[in-house]
Each structure stands twice: as C-alpha cells, then as structure tokens.
C-alpha cells in the first residue's frame, strides 16, 4: 500500500515554463488536495477536490490548475512558472470515517524552483 | 472552520512531558479539534483528534477544557525524534474541504 505518491520529489523550471505535479493515491479516498509551504511558513491551500469531477479553490489558487478525472489522481498544473512559485507543494487525501474522522494522509512533497 | 491560536515556538527537556497549547475560542458544537505533525520538511502526520472528551492514543493524549475553547495536546515523554512543528486544527465533522493549517508550534526537544 503506497499511500499518497508525488512525482517528481524535485523540479527546476524556468520562468514562463509549465509543468504539472502528479499526485496519486491508493486509498480510495474520496478527498484530495494541494499545499504549498514557503519557507518557515504553515502551509496552504491551493486547490481541494471533494470526489472525482469536482475541484474547488484554497487560499491561493492563482497560477494553478488541477482537475479529477479519477479518484486516484488529481494532478496540479502550473500555467506559466514564476519565481514567486518556488517552494515545497504537498498533496494529500482523505476520507470519512464514523465520528467525525477525517484523517489527511501527506505525500512526501515536490521541491519546485523557479529561476 | 474556527480560528485557532499556538505559540510561535516551544522547548522541552528529553524524556519530560511536552504541553502544547491551542486556543479555539470560536469554536461551535460540531467542531472536532485535530492535531497534526511536520518533522523536518516530511509531509504532516496525523496525531489525534476530538470532540469534547479527552482522547488518548499511542502517540499522544489530547486535553479538551470543559468549554471546548481551549485545548492541550500532551507528548508524554518527549524525544529528539518529535522535534517538529505542531499543528492545531479545528474541523467540521461531516465534511471535509477546505483544511487550513496556521503556523503552528515549532516544538525543539532537547538533549
């Protein structure tokens, strides 16, 4: 059982490139979403999916695309890199259990720089 | 979902019980508080989460006061190893979508 997979783990890219971060999960969890974290910063919300189909915006979509076309994956596009994009983006999933459970389980992280 | 407020950093001596505090004065009666981790750069781990009675489990215990406007999470016997930043959550139970993270505690073990 793999868990939340990223790929790449790292990624340089020149300003005005575009690129897409892959995430994927095993699990059949029905929500998956995308964080950033800048250094010494919590993280935040870029775009969330609630099930397959369906994909809805965080703190701060801009720059970013994702879609859902399975349960599995819900990759995150960026459009036209900028250095203000550089940073370490995490995707994670989860699901409902009984009493409120809503576990997140965390990939391993991409380290994008932008330059 | 209700703000939350942590201390910016903590330390703890190896082997004594760390206490982080959170403060969640907004937070309504379907509201669940969680817990969460990020050592070094890793992705973040959950911890434990609650309601209004106090939780237990392998990693920790979970401290909610009476009002529900406060509470602690309690690594009983802290180690290097749980150096980390913690993070203080607080969730509606019938949904998930937005999950916003603050800064959370910078918890330091020391030697």
């Known amino acids: 059982n793999a868990g939340v997979t990223q790929t790449p783990k790292f990624q340089v890219l020149k300003t005005g490139q575009s690129m897409t971060l892959q995430c994927a999960q095993d699990m059949n969890h029905e929500y998956m979403s995308w964080y950033r974290q800048d250094p010494g910063m919590g993280l935040r919300l870029i775009h969330y999916s609630v099930g397959a189909g369906i994909t809805d915006q965080g703190e701060v979509p801009n720059g970013y695309n994702v879609s859902r076309s399975t349960t599995e994956d819900f990759p995150l596009r960026l459009l036209s890199a900028a250095p203000s994009q550089t940073s370490v983006y995490f995707c994670a999933s989860s699901y409902l259990i009984g009493q409120g459970r809503t576990e997140a389980f965390f990939g391993q992280g991409t380290r994008l720089t932008v330059v | 979902d209700a703000k939350t407020t942590q201390p910016t950093s903590m330390d703890c001596a190896e082997g004594r019980a760390a206490n982080l505090p959170c403060n969640h004065s907004t937070i309504s009666g379907n509201e669940y508080v969680y817990w969460y981790r990020q050592i070094h750069s890793q992705g973040p781990q959950y911890i434990i989460h609650?309601?209004?009675n106090n939780e237990t489990n392998e990693m920790a215990s979970l401290i909610i006061t009476e009002d529900r406007k406060s509470s602690t999470l309690i690594l009983p016997h802290a180690t290097l190893r749980d150096t980390a930043v913690y993070y203080c959550i607080v969730r509606v139970s019938t949904s998930y979508d937005k999950v916003i993270f603050g800064p959370g505690t910078s918890l330091s073990v020391i030697p």
């Open positions: 609650g309601l209004k």
